[in-house]
């Protein structure tokens, strides 16, 4: 099971607004609503901010959003703010001989 | 206070094992789905393992399919995953998250470091 393809950097102004792509294939990405979305800054656990593709849990800021058409989920963070730089990882269920396959992961920098 | 707190991380030699424990408080665990997830040194993650609530269901990614156990105790609210056959690319960092349906990890603990290293 190969992982999910993320872009390996992105970047944005303060106040703009980015998005991570995710890609897969129609046995993942394509073929369920279930992908969720983590944030990660350095030498800290990951933090669920996006799950079946567009749900946020409580606690986490309405700038952050997902969506999928296809094999890609994407995530947009809007108003961007420098705490928002970290990394950030895609994660999908999978029929392919696993049950879960995470993303390739994206760095996202605040300029 | 709601939390997972893995141990038994440290250095083994390759061929070796080790047994990582995850401590749950604060929430019913018994309710959940529970997974292992890692991350080698500065590269992304990778989902590892996964139990049903009630312990009877388990899935393995293919690169510790016949080497790693998962399993849980609901009465000590623990989960533990044994690493038999350790190699060098099991050194990681590795998390234990609840679980929700879905690949909804919506709480993680802080990681244990495990190297494999002669």
């Known amino acids: 099971q190969s992982a999910l393809t993320q872009p390996a950097s992105v970047s944005g102004s303060p106040g703009h607004s980015i998005t991570v792509s995710c890609t897969g294939t129609?046995?993942?990405?394509?073929?369920?609503?279930?992908v969720s979305w983590y944030q990660q800054h350095p030498g800290k656990a990951p933090k669920l901010m996006i799950y079946e593709v567009n749900n946020r849990p409580s606690g986490v800021s309405n700038r952050f959003s997902g969506s999928k058409s296809g094999n890609t989920a994407s995530l947009t963070i809007s108003g961007l703010q420098p705490e928002d730089e970290a990394d950030y990882y895609c994660?999908?269920?999978?029929?392919?001989?696993?049950?879960?396959?995470f993303g390739t992961g994206t760095k996202v920098t605040v300029l | 206070q709601v939390q997972l707190v893995e141990s038994g991380g440290g250095l083994v030699k390759p061929g070796g094992s080790l047994r990582l424990s995850c401590a749950a408080s604060g929430f019913t665990f018994s309710d959940y789905y529970m997974s292992w997830i890692r991350q080698a040194p500065g590269k992304g993650l990778e989902w590892v393992s996964y139990?049903?609530?009630?312990?009877?269901?388990?899935y393995y990614a293919n690169s510790v399919k016949g080497r790693f156990t998962i399993s849980r105790d609901n009465a000590k609210t623990s989960l533990f995953l044994q690493m038999d056959s350790l190699r060098a690319d099991d050194t990681a960092v590795y998390y234990c998250?609840?679980?929700?349906?879905?690949?909804?990890?919506?709480?993680w603990g802080q990681g244990t470091l495990v190297t494999v290293s002669s």
């Open positions: 998250a609840r679980e929700r349906v879905g690949a909804r990890h919506d709480l």
């Open positions: 994660c999908s269920y999978t029929t392919n001989s696993t049950l879960y396959v």
């Open positions: 139990i049903s609530s009630g312990g009877g269901t388990k």
């Open positions: 129609s046995t993942d990405v394509g073929g369920f609503n279930y």
